[in-house]
């Protein structure tokens, strides 16, 4: 019985002994698996931080990009702005040139004719005057020919007396030639030669 009870004792004790062992082991393998656990968590902590702190680098890069490309895109606009309204600068000034030239040219055309029309006026008034003068100087040159005419014909027939018999007497000239051909006998001229009348003596 005393062997019995101490095998049961020794069979109890081992038990015992094994339980402990294997709940020594047990223990020993969740603190394992706990620290396993622990330094997954951290190593996943750590990672997870890693992978934070890349997405954080890459999306400041990524604004940073966004930001310099914002200021690009906004510099081109400005640029592009001013370009457009040089351009329309441009434009209406070339538009204000071209206007005044024209104007200019308008207003030298203008000139031009008034000048032309002038001169034109000018010419004729001075032709309208030398015509004018002309026609005073011809008529008083008539006029002066008039009363020196009037004034010599006024004078021949106040010296000359009307005498119709006077046609039918040998001239002076007459006289001289029959005295060279040597007619001597001074007898009255029985013959005198025909020569044709004057329209002006006709009818006298």
């Given at each position: 019985m005393r062997m019995q009870a101490q095998n049961e004792a020794q069979l109890d004790t081992d038990k015992r002994a094994k339980e402990v062992a294997k709940q020594l082991k047990f223990e020993k393998e969740r603190k394992e698996k706990d620290f396993r656990l622990q330094m997954w968590k951290k190593a996943k902590e750590k990672e997870f931080a890693q992978d934070r702190e890349k997405q954080m680098k890459e999306d400041a890069e990524k604004l940073k990009k966004q930001r310099k490309e914002n200021q690009r895109r906004y510099k081109a606009k400005k640029i592009l702005e001013v370009y457009v309204q040089q351009k329309e600068e441009d434009k209406e000034f070339q538009k204000l040139e071209s206007q005044m030239k024209e104007q200019a040219e308008r207003e030298e055309n203008l000139w031009l004719v008034k000048r032309g029309m002038s001169k034109f006026q000018e010419r004729d008034f001075l032709k309208l005057e030398f015509k004018l003068s002309e026609k005073q100087t011809k008529k008083e040159l008539e006029d002066e020919r008039e009363k020196r005419f009037a004034k010599l014909k006024e004078k021949v027939e106040a010296q000359i007396q009307h005498d119709p018999s006077r046609?039918?007497?040998?001239?002076?000239?007459?006289?001289?030639?029959?005295?060279?051909?040597?007619?001597?006998?001074?007898?009255?001229?029985?013959?005198?030669?025909?020569?044709?009348?004057?329209s002006w003596r006709k009818g006298i």
């Open positions: 046609l039918f007497k040998p001239t002076k000239g007459w006289e001289e030639h029959t005295k060279n051909t040597g007619k001597s006998d001074g007898g009255p001229m029985l013959h005198l030669p025909h020569r044709a009348i004057p």
